[in-house]
């Protein structure tokens, strides 16, 4: 998290209030994760319905009410708070699928679970879609994938899904390459570089350049040249780890790769190990959803997926989506600890 | 397989399926991180070199594009200040990895200076100044270039890529010096003003080098609704520095149009009489004394806009400029609002209102003696013998013996109230900037006045060589003390509009707005509405109209103000009185002149004539325009500066009335 807040300066050095923002984020988020980790999550299990009802209640006021900032209208400013719920209807979201199918023991899965569990999941995440945050409705899909896998789907239907998945990839790539919306743009500009338009193709360069130009050990903190120039985009919250890449080069960023890939490790290790059916899931659901998120930031900014709006966890700038991560953190760890108690 | 729920072997069943699979996520992950990991390397490591050559070429560049400002107008939409398009060239200083830094400017300074038609001395300055710019913000070396520098800059593409020819809006006023003070002019912003954090054009604000800004009048005071939103384009440039390909685009935004309320026909009118002041010096100011929207705005000596705008990077515009600066007729001055000046007898309805008010006077029985009068051992002679005129008498004549006796009757304390109560000594809140308060003639002026006077004469002695010389200073400074006292010499002065007084002729044109209007004080101001458009930032700005500020009543009773009137009536329509030269045959003119003494005996000559004044308002009833006309250091305000508020009158009631222009006007002629 200190690495975030030193990349957010480096990013914006002529903003303090962003990196202090950053802070202030961070301390509150401490304090919540502190105290849902000394709390029993099955406590927590037990609102789980009137969190998930508050949390579709700010995505609904977030359609009414919400601003839009580049083009996603996900931010809700109410008074001197503001936020992106969706960040918090993430986890809220997971927190009633689990109670859901924690209490549905049946293996294989049946039709009728997984009917009732798309019900609670396709609400909040339709909200998001149209919110028009493709990069928040995929991170839905995430943990309701991992939630559905673990609870035991059909390997049959799990062949069946991937088919179709391939299948609607084949019908739809020429649909993309004729395409110019800016999605389609974006795609094809990591993809079909010579068939996007200059300005997307511009993007995903910046980012490559910056990236690459790091080196093996960087340029050194505070001393990268192309993100805080202003070439890449965006570059304190989406893009943080351009910055991450330019400036302590392979070695910061595999270091900072293999610090999440201990937290994912840690976190299955924590599943395995949890008392009960719950507390696994919940903490699987989280690692699907922290697994994406990191996959997907890093992944478009070396060149391998499409540019979608998507924080770093722990790193990019964002309130909300430090809180949000911070709080599952805190139900993670609380599971954790009371892996032996029983 | 079936399982039956809360069976615990099945539920360890369920525990191992479970860790089984979680197994798989895991990974999945692992999977995840190694290709990301691989991709990291593959960017990395081992195409670095590739990839730190892009980074220090840095193949993109953002160009500005600078935006037009928005035009000015008058009243009726007419041009004042408008942009036209010229060729600049520029001088860009990173171009992939071509990089001029201050070690090329001596080179770059031959090369330009040899083969454009650049003053040398400037382009050695302007390199100084850059020296502290960001390297990515342009430097423009020549502007509005001629078509044979063009056409080398573009022959030479290949040698110099660094030079670019960029088209840019370019400030032009058509009229060249008609209302110049009231609009100003624009140029460069300076170095300081980007480093100072509260100046209007800082950096924190998002100005830059370069930027052109408004330097004064309406041009400073609206810069923001005139300055339009820059655009730019993102290119990419080859490794020699030519622009290859144009990426993405942002077309510049124009700034908002400016409606003033000044009224061009009237305004040209009046630069004639500006033209005509037999010492080149004065003002001249009209407004509609129903709202304070200003019709015409004259100070003289004037100086061309176009100058700054236009001619500012060469030699001849240059040597106008520093003209400009050292003329000791100070045409960049503008009287106007800065001048503070003696009103003369204008004041003269400012102490009939106040006595009126205080009930020194009533208006049955108003009259007191004229003629000189013997104050301790100084006689105040007087101009006028007219015996015991009443108060619309003595306006009519200028009857200053009247006014002596009134102003001590009144006396200083009621006196200095009514003159806070007329607003003199504060500044009006006009919409252009560098307004002068001026200076009431009251006692606490004096004394202020005095005690610093003294206090300098003190500082004097401090320093002074010889005791006798010390000494003589103490006793003068402890003498300024004692004569600080307010006398009936200083009253009586004060009560006529001599005396320690400072008023702007804008102030007198508010002053006669209210008298004309029946006491109410409107502010002056130049905007009538600025459109709706884009603002610098690129935010949209909705049409916005001037809102009444600062407006403030002066009491004064239908009778009190109708007694004012009829005095400024006789003045002009009336034998004996003192302004019958703005008589206009069927539009009543009021008015009042001032002849202010112009004290310093010291200097007595041709420059230290009198200050001709007169303020006035039309017709007599509903009043539809007022002013102030300052004549300096010529004579008489009634021969001066009254016929040249009637040829405004004359073209304003001509025109309301659709009748044809008065060929045998008659202009006020150079002696």
Same mark, same amino acid.
């Given at each position: 998290m200190a690495f975030g807040v030193v990349q957010i300066h480096s990013a914006k !050095?002529?903003? &303090?209030s962003l990196w202090q923002r950053q802070i202030y984020a961070m301390v509150l988020g401490l304090i919540v994760m502190f105290v849902v980790t000394k709390m029993d999550y099955n406590r927590i299990f037990s609102i789980a319905p009137h969190l998930y009802g508050f949390g579709v209640f700010l995505l609904v006021l977030v359609l009414l009410f919400g601003t839009e900032i580049n083009g996603n209208k996900n931010w809700l400013q109410i008074g001197p708070v503001g936020g992106q719920p969706s960040e918090l209807a993430k986890v809220f979201t997971l927190l009633m699928l689990v109670k859901y199918l924690s209490s549905v023991r049946v293996r294989p899965l049946t039709l009728r679970t997984m009917a009732v569990a798309g019900a609670i999941w396709i609400v909040p995440t339709v909200l998001v879609y149209l919110e028009n945050d493709t990069g928040s409705t995929l991170s839905f899909i995430s943990f309701f994938a991992v939630l559905l896998f673990l609870c035991g789907l059909r390997w049959s239907w799990i062949a069946t899904g991937l088919a179709v998945v391939v299948l609607a990839g084949f019908i739809a790539i020429p649909k993309i390459k004729a395409s110019t919306s800016y999605k389609a743009e974006r795609i094809k500009a990591v993809y079909w570089p010579e068939l996007a338009a200059k300005r997307y193709r511009y993007q995903n360069e910046q980012s490559y350049i910056a990236v690459g130009s790091?080196? *093996?050990?960087?340029?050194? $903190?505070? +001393?990268?040249? @192309?993100g805080p120039l202003g070439f890449v985009p965006e570059v304190h919250s989406d893009f943080i780890f351009t910055i991450a890449g330019e400036e302590t080069g392979f070695l910061g960023c595999s270091l900072a790769l293999g610090a999440y890939l201990i937290i994912i490790w840690r976190l299955i290790e924590a599943a395995q190990k949890s008392r009960d059916r719950e507390g696994t899931l919940l903490v699987a659901g989280y690692t699907g959803l922290l697994l994406y998120h990191v996959a997907i930031s890093v992944g478009m900014v070396v060149g391998l997926l499409p540019i979608m709006g998507i924080p770093l966890p722990?790193? /990019?700038?964002g309130g909300s989506s430090i809180l949000a991560t911070l709080l599952a953190l805190g139900l993670c760890l609380s599971v954790r600890l009371r892996r032996f108690v029983n | 397989m079936k399982s039956v729920p809360n069976n615990p072997a099945d539920s360890f069943e369920s525990k191992r399926q479970m860790n089984l699979r979680l197994e798989i996520v895991r990974f999945l992950a692992l999977a995840i991180f190694v290709v990301l990991g691989a991709r990291l390397y593959w960017l990395q490591v081992k195409n670095f070199e590739y990839y730190r050559d892009r980074a220090d070429n840095n193949r993109y560049k953002t160009i500005p594009i600078p935006a037009r400002r928005g035009r000015i107008l008058d009243r009726?939409?007419?041009? #004042?200040a408008d942009s036209r398009y010229v060729y600049n060239i520029v001088l860009e200083r990173k171009l992939g990895n071509r990089e001029i830094t201050p070690d090329h400017f001596p080179e770059v300074h031959k090369l330009l200076t040899s083969n454009l038609d650049i003053e040398a001395k400037w382009l050695g300055e302007r390199f100084e100044a850059a020296k502290?710019?960001?390297?990515?913000v342009p430097i423009v070396?020549?502007?509005?270039?001629s078509s044979r520098e063009v056409q080398w800059v573009a022959a030479h593409n290949n040698d110099y890529p660094e030079l670019r020819v960029e088209r840019a809006p370019q400030r032009h %006023?058509?009229?060249?010096?008609?209302a110049a003070h009231a609009l100003g002019y624009v140029g460069e912003v300076s170095k300081e003003e980007l480093n100072? #954090?509260? /100046? @209007? %054009?800082?950096e924190k604000k998002g100005f830059k080098f370069g930027d052109i800004v408004g330097r004064a009048g309406l041009e400073k005071y609206y810069n923001e609704v005139l300055a339009g939103r820059d655009g730019w384009r993102r290119v990419t440039v080859n490794s020699q520095g030519k $622009?290859? =390909?144009?990426?993405d685009k942002a077309d510049p935004i124009a700034g908002r149009d400016l409606f003033t309320t000044l009224d061009l026909d009237l305004q040209q009118v009046a630069e004639k009489q500006g033209d005509t002041m037999p010492s080149g010096r004065g003002a001249l100011g009209m407004m509609d &004394?129903?709202?304070?929207? $200003? #019709?015409v705005f004259v100070s003289r000596p004037a100086f061309d806009p176009n100058t700054f705008s236009q001619? /500012?990077?060469t030699p001849e515009g240059r040597e106008e400029i520093s003209d400009y600066y050292q003329d000791? =007729?100070? !045409? #960049?001055?503008?009287r106007m609002i800065q001048g503070g000046f003696?009103?003369?007898? *204008?004041?003269k309805l400012m102490t009939s209102v106040a006595a009126l008010n205080e009930g020194v006077i009533t208006p049955k029985e108003s009259r007191i003696q004229d003629g000189g009068i013997q104050l301790g051992n100084y006689f105040m002679n007087s101009?006028?013998? *007219?015996?015991?005129?009443d108060v619309v008498t003595a306006i009519r004549v200028s009857a200053d013996g009247y006014y002596y006796r009134l102003g001590l009757k009144l006396g200083e304390e009621r006196f200095a109230k009514w003159v806070e109560k007329f607003g003199?000594?504060?500044?009006?809140? $006009? =919409?252009? &900037?560098?307004e002068g308060a001026g200076l009431q003639p009251v006692a606490a002026t004096k004394q202020k006045i005095s005690e610093a006077l003294s206090k300098r004469k003190l500082k004097e002695a401090e320093n002074a060589p010889t005791p006798e010389a010390k000494k003589k200073l103490i006793y003068q400074a402890e003498q300024i003390l004692k004569e600080a006292k307010w006398t009936d010499y200083d009253m009586a002065a004060s009560a006529f509009g001599q005396g320690q007084n400072q008023s702007t002729p804008l102030q007198l044109m508010r002053y006669v707005g209210g008298l004309a209007n029946g006491g109410k004080m409107y502010t002056p101001h130049f905007l009538l509405k600025a459109v709706a458009g884009t603002d610098r930032n690129d935010a949209p700005q909705p049409e916005w109209k001037y809102e009444e500020k600062n407006v403030f009543t002066v009491p004064m009773s239908p009778e009190i103000h109708d007694l004012v009137k009829r005095g400024m009536y006789g003045a002009v329509n009336?034998?004996?009185? *003192?302004?019958?030269?703005s008589r206009i045959e069927g539009f009543d003119v009021c008015g009042k002149t001032g002849t202010a003494q112009?004290? +310093?005996?010291?200097?007595?000559?041709s420059k230290n004539k009198d200050h001709a004044w007169f303020i006035s308002f039309a017709?007599?009833?509903? &009043?539809e325009i007022c002013g102030v006309v300052l004549t300096e250091n010529s004579g008489f305000g009634g021969k001066l500066s009254a016929p040249r508020a009637r040829a405004i009158y004359d073209v304003y009631y001509r025109r309301k009335n659709n009748l044809?222009?008065?060929? @045998?006007? @008659?202009l006020v002629k150079r002696p």
């Open positions: !050095p002529n903003s &303090p790091g080196g *093996t050990y960087g340029k050194g $903190i505070g +001393s990268g040249t @192309q722990l790193m /990019s700038h | 009726n939409g007419k041009l #004042l502290f710019a960001p390297r990515h070396v020549k502007e509005d270039a %006023y058509p009229n060249g010096v008609l100072k #954090l509260e /100046s @209007q %054009y800082s $622009i290859e =390909d144009e990426l &004394p129903n709202n304070g929207e $200003i #019709l001619r /500012s990077k000791t =007729d100070k !045409p #960049l001055y503008n003696v009103p003369g007898s *204008t004041w101009m006028s013998h *007219t015996g015991m005129p003199f000594g504060h500044r009006t809140g $006009i =919409d252009i &900037p560098n009336e034998s004996g009185g *003192t302004a019958g030269g112009v004290a +310093s005996n010291a200097r007595a000559g017709p007599k009833e509903k &009043p044809p222009p008065d060929t @045998q006007a @008659q």
